[in-house]
């Protein structure tokens, strides 16, 4: 499967920084993360995690504001993924009447959101 153009496209999923030789980034189906956010994750459920929600509770407007950056961000980075995903399951002869399934939409809506991908 053909990968994104380089790694500084791509940004961590938790903290929302850039990958690169400085931070390298692990991940799989387009979500990434860098090592500092999975050393503290790890952490997290050793300790014991806070419910999602409560945690919300605890964040200022301005730390929601920045949240809403970094998932923002993500958006283009998983679009290539999945733009990727669907060039790889055609190069392996998957119908266009699975990968509509797969997205939720009909065959004639996959193929026409993604029919120049074909031969890539």
Do not use: K
Request: charged share 25%.
């Amino acid at each position: 499967m053909r990968g994104p153009n380089g790694i500084s496209e791509m940004h961590c999923g938790f903290c929302g920084l850039p990958g690169g030789d400085d931070r390298p980034l692990l991940g799989g189906l387009g979500v990434m993360i860098c090592g500092d956010c999975a050393r503290q994750a790890a952490r997290s459920f050793e300790e014991g995690t806070e419910v999602a929600a409560a945690a919300f509770e605890s964040f200022t407007e301005e730390e929601l504001v920045e949240m809403l950056r970094g998932v923002t961000r993500q958006r283009p980075q998983l679009e290539r993924f999945q733009a990727d995903l669907v060039a790889y399951m055609r190069s392996r002869g998957t119908s266009w009447g699975s990968i509509g399934d797969g997205l939720g939409v009909a065959r004639q809506s996959a193929w026409e959101r993604f029919r120049h991908l074909e031969g890539r």
